[in-house]
């Protein structure tokens, strides 16, 4: 079982950044993607980014390429969204997911695991 802690969010003006971390605790293996997923108020879930353990394997949300980066910090378990040039748009609750597979999905349904979600709004 594992378990993910998000924190990070907060408030912040267009333009500006935010570094959220996903805290990672439970049992897991180097098998496991990590993944950040948003939702804006009467919006579905949707894919940001996704990362192997080992970092060898990324993927971002075509939109967001460029502004958005996910990494991971083994030694601490983590692993962070560094969000840069926020926008309005990117106003949503920043969920942390995993999945014990490494097949490339950005799919909600397929991440069993999930945190809390942390806010974040970004102001005009």
């Known amino acids: 079982q594992v378990q993910l802690v998000e924190s990070g969010g907060g408030l912040v003006q267009a333009g500006g950044s935010l570094r959220l971390s996903c805290a990672v605790s439970?049992?897991?293996?180097?098998?496991?993607?990590w993944a950040w997923f948003r939702q804006a108020p009467g919006k579905e879930r949707e894919f940001v980014a996704r990362?192997?353990?080992?970092?060898?394997?990324?993927y971002y949300a075509d939109s967001l390429k460029g502004r958005f980066t996910i990494s991971r910090d083994n030694a601490k378990n983590t692993v962070h969204l560094q969000m840069n040039s926020l926008k309005p748009e990117d106003t949503a609750i920043y969920y942390c997911a995993a999945r014990e597979d490494l097949t490339y999905s950005d799919s909600a349904n397929y991440y069993p695991y999930w945190g809390q979600g942390t806010q974040v709004t970004v102001s005009s």
């Open positions: 439970g049992r897991f293996t180097k098998a496991y993607a």
């Open positions: 990362t192997s353990w080992s970092g060898s394997s990324i």
